[in-house]
């Protein structure tokens, strides 16, 4: 079992910088995926990036390839997401997730999520 729990949202203006933070309470073993995704209003959950545990080899969105990092630190059971030159359709509630897989690659898809937390709000404005 793993609870997840997000923290680090707010309100912002455009092109500020946030940093998300997830710890887990439980064990995050070497081949599962830590995964962001986040939720607009009104419009379905999407993959952000995810982290694998054991390489921290990350995976991208390609909305947030160029602006979004995703980093991890295992002895604090934590994994961050930087977002940098935030816009207004940045404005979401953020999720971690787990993926527990031995698959070789990430999976981008909200339904192979083992994990949730509750999410944090992060809102853009202009």
């Known amino acids: 079992q793993l609870e997840l729990a997000e923290s680090g949202g707010g309100l912002v203006q455009t092109g500020a910088s946030l940093r998300l933070s997830c710890i887990g309470s439980?064990?995050?073993?070497?081949?599962?995926?830590m995964a962001w995704f986040r939720q607009a209003p009104g419009q379905e959950r999407e993959f952000v990036g995810s982290?694998?545990?054991?390489?921290?080899?990350?995976t991208y969105a390609e909305s947030a390839k160029d602006r979004f990092r995703i980093s991890r630190d295992a002895a604090l059971n934590t994994v961050y997401l930087q977002m940098n030159n935030l816009k207004p359709e940045d404005t979401a509630v953020y999720y971690c997730?787990?993926?527990?897989?031995?698959?070789?690659?990430?999976?981008?898809?909200?339904?192979?999520?083992?994990?949730w937390g509750k999410g944090t709000l992060v809102t853009v404005s202009s």
């Open positions: 997730a787990c993926d527990r897989t031995m698959e070789s690659r990430a999976s981008t898809r909200a339904n192979d999520m083992e994990y």
């Open positions: 439980g064990t995050i073993y070497a081949n599962d995926f």
């Open positions: 982290i694998r545990w054991r390489s921290a080899k990350t």
